[in-house]
């Protein structure tokens, strides 16, 4: 069997040609295009703008404090209105005085100076005499206080005032009823002419209480006894036992 073959005409044959070689000119050209363009370009994103978490600042050091100094235990045996001799200026008067190993408990009398600047002691065996140029007890200075050591042929609480013991107690009471405690702290017997005087009536210094009185013998030409016993206390808080213990202080010599 013979096969068949249908022949295009020229013309469609030409045609089919023109449209191939069209196709294939566009390709070419869009191809170059493609190529000169180069590949495609992505959009660019916007940048994005990162902030760092801010940074913690160090706390300050906090500047060493000292421990607060411990406050000292209350004494049982300092009254309640008790103030240290350095925060306090008393103005009441002293009304008594009580020297428990004398057995002494004597008025107390306020007393000043004669003509000549000698302190004047009390009219009475069972009366001391503070004078009234001195201190207060308890402040800053000298308290002087004075007793007779006899009357008209009696002896007083103050006779054997030499041999009291460093630390034996003193009481002073004060018109507004409270007290202060005193401890003795030198006791010495003293020749009157050749006595210190200028440092036993100081009235200046630290604070403490002098109390004096004479001792025998007494001496009928001067009118007074030979010697002076000169007994210093010091307020509680402020007078320090010895150590090693003394049982009597000489003078002082300035």
Known sequence: MRRRYVRLPVA??????VVVALLF????????????????????APPVTVTPAPTPSPSPTPEPTADPEPEPPDDPDLPDFYVPPEERQLTEQPTRMRIPALS???EI????????????????????SWFDRSAIPGNEGNAIFGAHNSWSGVRSQVYTLDQLEVGDLLEIDYEDGTYL????????????????????????????????????????????????????????????????PIEKF???TQ
Do not use: Q
């Open 181 to 244: 405690r005193f401890f003795l702290e030198s006791v010495f017997v003293y020749e009157l002419k050749t006595a210190p005087a200028n440092l036993i009536m100081d009235t200046k210094g630290d604070a403490r209480l002098t109390l004096i009185t004479c001792k025998a013998p007494f001496n009928t030409v001067t009118g007074t006894s030979d010697n002076r016993i000169v007994a210093i206390f010091k307020e509680e808080g402020v007078f320090v036992y010895p150590d090693p």
């Open 104 to 106: 002494l408990d004597y």
């Open 250 to 252: 000489p003078p002082r």
């Open 25 to 44: 000119a566009g390709m070419i050209l869009y191809l170059g295009k493609v190529t000169e363009s180069g590949p495609p370009v992505l959009a660019e």
């Open 12 to 17: 469609v044959l030409v045609a089919l040609c």
């Open 109 to 128: 009398t306020s007393m000043g100076a004669d003509a000549n600047g000698t302190m004047k002691v009390a009219p009475g065996i069972e009366i001391v």
